[in-house]
């Protein structure tokens, strides 16, 4: 059972990324799955969610607009598409499984 992020990097103001974060060992169509953030210094947050079956979506007012979660149920996959990203949005960034399981992170570094 674990989640594994990947995709972080080093982008400067304005630029996009794309986090993927694979899942294995749980049903994972019957899952919501989030994406949380943690700043240097700051406790973790909560950035988007997308629920099972319906897949209905919700994001952090920070990243409204410009971040956007998708999954692929077949693959066991979750993404998140960021774009314009600033410095403020410089995290390591967590997958998770509902409201327990959590992967190791990937971070993003933003440069303004």
């Given at each position: ?6 995709g972080?990097d080093?982008?400067?103001?304005g630029?996009?990324?794309i986090?993927?974060c694979?899942a294995s060992?749980?049903?994972f169509s019957?899952?919501?799955?989030k ?5 240097p210094g700051k406790?973790?947050?909560f ?5 099972s079956?319906v897949h209905a979506t919700n994001?952090?007012?920070?990243v409204?607009?410009?971040f956007?979660?998708?999954?692929n149920d077949a693959?066991?996959?979750v993404?998140?598409q ?8 410089t ?5 998770r499984?509902g ?11 933003v440069?303004?």
């Amino acid at each position: 059972v674990q989640l594994v992020e990947s995709g972080g990097d080093f982008v400067h103001s304005g630029g996009s990324l794309i986090l993927s974060c694979a899942a294995s060992g749980f049903p994972f169509s019957w899952s919501d799955m989030k994406w949380y953030r943690q700043a240097p210094g700051k406790e973790r947050e909560f950035v988007a969610v997308i629920t099972s079956w319906v897949h209905a979506t919700n994001y952090a007012d920070s990243v409204r607009g410009r971040f956007t979660i998708s999954r692929n149920d077949a693959r066991k996959m979750v993404y998140l598409q960021m774009n314009n990203l600033e410095p403020d949005d410089t995290a390591v960034y967590y997958c998770r499984r509902g409201n327990g399981l959590w992967g190791q992170g990937t971070q993003v570094t933003v440069s303004s």
